[in-house]
């Protein structure tokens, strides 16, 4: 069965300090990924979505990248992070062109920054 | 740009009351899937519907697809306390991308 892992599960980090949150897929191949980001009770908003290795779509402009070195592995970083950017972070894997495929969801990355 | 508007925002009932949610959008899905959210965790996936005027039933949930594919609603019969969390819809219109809905949070009190 597939398995997607997020870490850390909360991170606490200065204002200008830098990022990197990981993601990995397991028991599948070629999946697509995703990052969101959640506010408080909130809907989730689309950051970063990958079909393929090195292939990385941004959807919001911000200071926050993305990267696939490996086929099941996504990465969320940031040189210097800004307060705006606590929040609940989110990575999701699913199949095909979005069309009737559910996703399946990593646990969350809760990000403070202070 | 696509946009799924939730209402209500927030729910409170007792238990043993009914409730709709619902999800309303101007534009078409191709399908529409809810999820639920408990606190710390990641959306879990409750239902996919794919064509306009489907119904679909999971126990004491029943969910429904617009005809015109545009809009959905999330309705529970006799709420118990397990059903309290937050209620996401999100349609997909086969771009990879995925369109999540502003959330519905529900508690239902014993």
């Known amino acids: 069965s597939q398995t997607i892992h997020q870490w850390p599960a909360t991170l606490v980090q200065p204002v200008g300090s830098p990022l990197s949150l990981e993601c990995t897929v397991e028991?599948?191949?070629?999946?697509?990924l995703y990052w969101y980001r959640q506010a408080a009770g909130r809907g989730l908003q689309l950051l970063f979505y990958?079909?393929?290795?090195?292939?990385i779509s941004s959807e919001v402009p911000q200071n926050l990248s993305a990267s696939r070195p490996q086929d099941r592995q996504f990465i969320l970083s940031s040189k210097k992070l800004l307060l705006s950017d606590s929040g609940f972070y989110l990575c999701?894997?699913?199949?095909?062109?979005?069309?009737?495929?559910?996703?399946?969801f990593g646990d969350g990355t809760r990000l403070s920054i202070l | 740009t696509q946009l799924l508007e939730q209402s209500p925002q927030f729910l409170s009932i007792q238990e043993g009351e009914n409730l709709t949610v619902y999800c309303n959008s101007s534009?078409?899905?191709?399908?529409l899937q809810w999820y639920r959210q408990e606190p710390g965790e990641g959306p879990v996936l409750l239902v996919t519907?794919?064509?306009?005027?489907e119904v679909k039933k999971l126990k004491r949930l029943t969910f429904q697809f617009g005809d015109a594919r545009k809009d959905s609603s999330l309705h529970i019969t006799a709420a118990q306390p397990g059903d309290t969390g937050l209620y996401l819809c999100?349609?997909?219109?086969?771009?990879?991308?995925?369109?999540f809905g502003t959330g519905t949070r529900l508690k239902v009190l014993a």
């Open positions: 999701a894997w699913s199949y095909g062109d979005g069309s009737n495929q559910p996703q399946h």
């Open positions: 028991g599948t191949s070629n999946p697509n």
């Open positions: 990958s079909v393929g290795i090195g292939q």
């Open positions: 534009s078409v899905f191709s399908s």
């Open positions: 519907v794919v064509t306009g005027g």
């Open positions: 999100a349609g997909t219109s086969g771009t990879y991308k995925y369109i």
